[in-house]
């Protein structure tokens, strides 16, 4: 298994100066991350989808991973858990990074399922520094589907974890957004991208964030709600 790692990982070149971004097919996956490198890694759902990409310091992998609850309507499957695990490769092998951990929360809220929003996650180098910016997004659905589920931005910069958690209500007074403080020291290029995407869930009717989130945002404000 040692000498297949090996194999695949150096006929996988990058470049220092560039970074490139690849989803892994089905096979891919089968092959990198058989069971045993599964279960090494504590990853006990199917792995969705599995992101690679490199910077000067190496080369990684993302595995966005979900349970499977049940198939709702014969057609639409429900995860109540999900899991992220970010993996550098070292020595042939791979040691992991970070990890993301999370659940629906079914008697408190009525949520009945939570998933990674892969439309809105990233891997840029948004700073133009050399070194890939993950951004992972996930949300949840409620009672009322989008209107009452809950959003989660996490951001990886030069190692450290910062995040955005934000409640969607049917009622203006249930809306809430929670930013973490230390999210504005991040560079400004970044915080702008989360805006972004936060512009285009709204657009995309999946978030209703409280009114005047823009300017509470400039404010550095850390939580925001229409509650008066």
Not at 53 to 58: E, L, Q, R, T, V
Not at 135 to 155: E, S
Request: charged share 25%; hydrophobic share 40%; proline share 3%.
């Amino acid at each position: 298994m040692r000498f297949l790692l090996l194999l695949l990982l150096a006929t996988t070149s990058y470049t220092p100066l560039f970074f490139q971004i690849e989803i892994l097919t089905n096979q891919q996956i089968n092959t990198l991350f058989p069971s045993s490198v599964q279960k090494n890694f504590g990853i006990n759902f199917p792995i969705y989808r599995a992101y690679k990409y490199s910077d000067k310091a190496g080369q990684y992998y993302c595995l966005l991973t979900e349970n499977i609850d049940k198939i709702a309507n014969g057609k639409d499957t429900l995860h109540t858990k999900i899991k992220a695990i970010n993996l550098k490769v070292e020595k042939a092998s791979f040691i992991k990074l970070w990890e993301i951990n999370d659940f629906v929360l079914a008697k408190e809220k009525q949520e009945s399922n939570i998933w990674f929003w892969t439309k809105y996650c990233s891997f840029n180098d948004v700073d133009k520094d050399g070194i890939p910016d993950p951004i992972i997004v996930y949300g949840t659905k409620g009672a009322n589907g989008y209107d009452d589920g809950r959003i989660k931005f996490i951001i990886y910069y030069k190692d450290q974890k910062y995040a955005i958690r934000h409640q969607n209500g049917v009622l203006d007074f249930e809306r809430e957004t929670q930013v973490d403080k230390a999210f504005y020291s991040l560079p400004k290029a970044i915080q702008a991208s989360i805006q972004q995407k936060m512009e285009a869930m709204t657009e995309n009717n999946q978030a209703i964030f409280p009114a005047g989130w823009q300017t509470f945002m400039k404010q550095q404000k850390t939580a925001f709600h229409e509650r008066q």
